[in-house]
């Protein structure tokens, strides 16, 4: 069974200052990798996703995220936050390879809170 | 507005009855996810539909759920004797292709059950 893990819950940070999320994921096949992101009274979107080749992977509005594989990690990363970056984040995760697989796994979620 | 829609917004029933709820996906998008969100958790998945077959159901579910998606289109999910514990807010997502793709989710049911 698939399992994601949020260890920060509530991240409180000024503008400019370095975010790191952390989310690491049980799953002993290959995986695909996703962040996403929910904005206030707004829908949830994509930020990034992993599948495969190079583990650094560039998402929108300047986030990246990082797969060590080792690690069974993909921690998110923005170096200098703003005001609307002030959202929820969930980290999932869903079986890769030639599977079939649609269901996808979320973690509990991280809530960044930028102060102005 | 393309993207994912769902109907209604906001439910309140009474314990006991029944409730369905309708998703309408991305127009080319040919798989269908359902999933539950409560208060301080992130989505948990319900099911999933490729075209018009139901791929995948959790364990979670019990039999009180029921979802269809009967021409491969919109998406019904019904709730029969509604629990308190059912209070959540059930969300529907839509994507193209494999498992890789992006899952494009709408704004979501609340679903109060008193």
């Known amino acids: 069974a698939q399992s994601v893990s949020q260890h920060n819950h509530h991240v409180i940070l000024s503008e400019a200052a370095s975010l790191e999320l952390g989310c690491n994921y049980s799953y002993g096949g290959t995986v695909n990798l996703f962040w996403y992101v929910q904005y206030p009274g707004q829908h949830l979107q994509l930020l990034l996703k992993y599948f495969s080749g190079d583990p650094l992977v560039k998402g929108i509005k300047g986030f990246e995220a990082e797969f060590i594989k080792s690690k069974f990690s993909f921690n998110l990363r923005k170096p200098s936050v703003q005001w609307s970056d002030t959202a929820e984040y969930f980290c999932a995760v869903n079986a890769g390879g030639n599977t079939n697989a649609g269901k996808s796994t979320f973690g509990d979620g991280t809530t960044l809170t930028v102060k102005p | 507005d393309t993207g994912v829609s769902q109907n209604p917004r906001h439910k309140i029933t009474k314990r006991g009855q029944n409730v369905t709820f309708r998703c309408d996906p991305i127009s080319e998008h040919n798989r269908l996810y359902w999933y539950r969100q409560t208060l301080g958790q992130g989505p948990e998945f319900l099911t999933y539909?490729?075209?018009?077959?139901?791929?995948?159901k959790s364990r979670l579910l019990s039999d009180r759920f029921s979802a269809e998606r009967p021409k491969g289109s919109f998406s019904t999910l019904e709730i029969q004797r509604t629990e308190q514990g059912d209070s959540a807010m059930y969300l529907c997502?839509?994507?193209f292709g494999r498992g890789f793709n992006e899952q494009f989710f709408g704004p979501g049911t609340r679903l109060t059950v008193l």
């Open positions: 539909f490729q075209n018009e077959a139901q791929l995948e």
């Open positions: 997502a839509s994507s």
